[in-house]
Structure formats: C-alpha cells, structure tokens
C-alpha cells in the first residue's frame, strides 16, 4: 500500500489559488485524482470562489452605515493585507466568534449614546413606522382591551382605552418592548395628519420629572414622570400638539 502524506487545507488552499509550485502543484492533483475524500475537501474549500458580494449587496444596503464609520473610525488604525482564499478561510473562522461580539455591540449601541437610554431605543423603532404599519392591526376593542390589560398587568398600571385615548388619533396596539431587562409599554396611535404616534411607558424610580422635549431620528418627544413611571410620546405631530397631549394623558394614568 503506497503511504501518502497527510494533505493540510493550508495547502490545499493554496493549491487551488495556483500558489504550489509546478512539481508540488502535480503531486497534490495526483491525490485528488485517486483520494475521494481529499477531492470532497478540495470541493467544499472552492466555495470561497461563489459570489459572496452579490449574496450580501442587498443587506449592506440596509446595513446602518454612518453607524459602523462612527464606530470604525474610533478603533486604532492597523494594516489591512489583501485577501487571498487562504487568508479568507482563516477570517472566516474568526468571524464565527466576532459575529457574535459584534451583535453585542450593535444591541448595546444606544447605552453607549451618552443619556440617550431607552428614548432613544424606541426613536429608532419608531423610525421605522409608516401609516401602513398600522392601518391593517385589528381594531377590535375587545382585542384591544384585552392588550391594555395585559400591559398594564406588568408595567403595574390599570390601563383602559379610556384612559389612554388621545386626541385626533386612533388607538391601535399596545404591546411590550424589552430594554436592557426593563420593560416599556409601548401604545401606538394612528394620527391621520401626522402619521404614527406612540405612548411609551415603563416604570421608574427616580421620582417625578416634569415635562421636557426634545427630537429624535426627525420624530418629536415630549416626556416626564410621575413618582413611579416614566412616559414618552413620540410622533411627528408638533411639539404643542404633543405637550397638550401630554397634559391630558399626566392626568388619566396619574399615579
């Protein structure tokens, strides 16, 4: 039985970039012509060569870029050799682990946003919204009352389309949003002249605030707190509109 050495896929890589040497190159395509399973290795090591670009241009479109500049642009500078197959293989493996811190960082991204915190979670959330979001949800008031219930259950808040109607705008969901482990009652309207507007709640300790604005991701904010909530209002209706609003909803659910 003639002995063979064992083939690396270090070699093999390069093998298939054209990087062996004429005598070495023909010793290596001996082995893959005769060893079925050396040929399965050298078979998946070729999906380096599919189109990975094409694959990923659509989610880099939606990718959040002025995001990963900002946090690009604070790491140390290092030098960036080209990238060969083999070398691709050897990042790809890190990527495994770094994917993995990256969404770490992308989830904490709005605490590391100096006073930013939980407003700022959900402006982004809302920033997404458009009329159609929300037009198609159930407008039943049994269904609906019975999301109030429930999220005013674990925010510790008796909650009522009565008590949360809002002026010139059609209650349309409520749900609840997780932030770092503390939970936000998020209550969302559809106001036909300004488009989606929210009632954001969760609990707080730090004792009543009084009523202060301010703008997020283009969208207006208006909030305050109560010796044990804290509230947001978040929509493009003028910051006046939302002021009143707030009046009246500081009234309804004082606590």
């Not at 209706?237 to 500081?250: C, K, Y």
Request: hydrophobic share 45%; glycine share 8%.
């Amino acid at each position: 039985m003639t002995h063979t050495t064992p083939v690396s896929d270090e070699l093999l890589v390069a093998y298939l970039d054209g990087e062996l040497e004429a005598r070495q190159h023909r010793l290596i395509a001996d082995q893959v012509s005769t060893n079925p399973a050396l040929a399965a290795r050298v078979e998946a090591l070729q999906c380096a060569d599919l189109p990975f670009k094409a694959a990923f241009e659509a989610m880099l479109d939606q990718a959040p870029s002025e995001r990963l500049q900002a946090m690009l642009k604070a790491l140390p500078p290092v030098q960036a050799p080209a990238l060969s197959r083999r070398r691709f293989l050897a990042v790809a493996a890190g990527f495994a682990v770094a994917g993995v811190v990256a969404d770490r960082v992308f989830m904490s991204w709005p605490r590391a946003e100096s006073g930013q915190g939980w407003r700022a979670s959900v402006a982004e959330y809302m920033a997404l919204y458009t009329p159609q979001t929300l037009e198609n949800l159930s407008a039943d008031p049994a269904s609906q009352a019975a999301q109030l219930r429930s999220v005013g259950a674990q925010l510790g808040l008796p909650l009522t389309l009565g008590a949360v109607e809002l002026p010139g705008a059609e209650f349309r969901r409520a749900q609840i949003l997780d932030y770092d482990g503390a939970l936000i009652g998020q209550l969302t309207y559809l106001d036909p002249r300004h488009g989606p507007l929210a009632l954001c709640i969760t609990a707080s300790k730090r004792g009543a605030q009084p009523v202060a604005t301010e703008q997020r991701r283009g969208l207006n904010v208006v909030y305050w707190a109560n010796l044990s909530h804290g509230f947001m209002l978040i929509g493009r209706n003028p910051f006046d509109d939302l002021q009143a609003i707030a009046g009246g909803v500081e009234r309804a659910l004082a606590g």
